[in-house]
């Protein structure tokens, strides 16, 4: 059974940065894709970036490329979320989800398992 905790969030200002962590207590976690999300209030969830299995491989979307970083230590069941730079629109409850899959799948239907969300608010 995979379950997810994120934690980390909280308020920012413009320009600063978080790292947003999500544990997973399962024994699968090795074997799984790993895909952060967020959601602002009245916007639909929108995928931000993912990692596979082995962490070798990362996707971003284009308005967080080169402001987050996506890693994982498998051996901590953990994968995490560096946010640098940001601005007022990373404003969202941030979510991991979690696939048995070898490639990131970017639409969140695809993924099987999630947290329960972390806020983060970025002041201007």
């Known amino acids: 059974q995979v379950q997810l905790v994120e934690s980390g969030g909280g308020l920012v200002q413009a320009g600063g940065s978080l790292r947003l962590s999500c544990v997973d207590s399962g024994r699968t976690f090795s074997s799984n894709a790993m895909g952060w999300f967020r959601q602002a209030p009245g916007k639909e969830r929108e995928f931000v970036g993912g990692?596979?299995?082995?962490?070798?491989?990362?996707y971003y979307r284009d308005y967080v490329k080169g402001r987050f970083t996506i890693s994982r230590d498998n051996a901590k069941n953990t994968v995490y979320l560096q946010m640098n730079s940001l601005k007022p629109e990373d404003t969202a409850v941030y979510y991991c989800a979690a696939r048995n899959a070898i490639t990131i799948p970017t639409i969140w239907r695809e993924y099987d398992y999630w947290g329960q969300g972390t806020q983060v608010i970025v002041s201007s």
């Open positions: 990692i596979n299995w082995s962490g070798r491989s990362t």
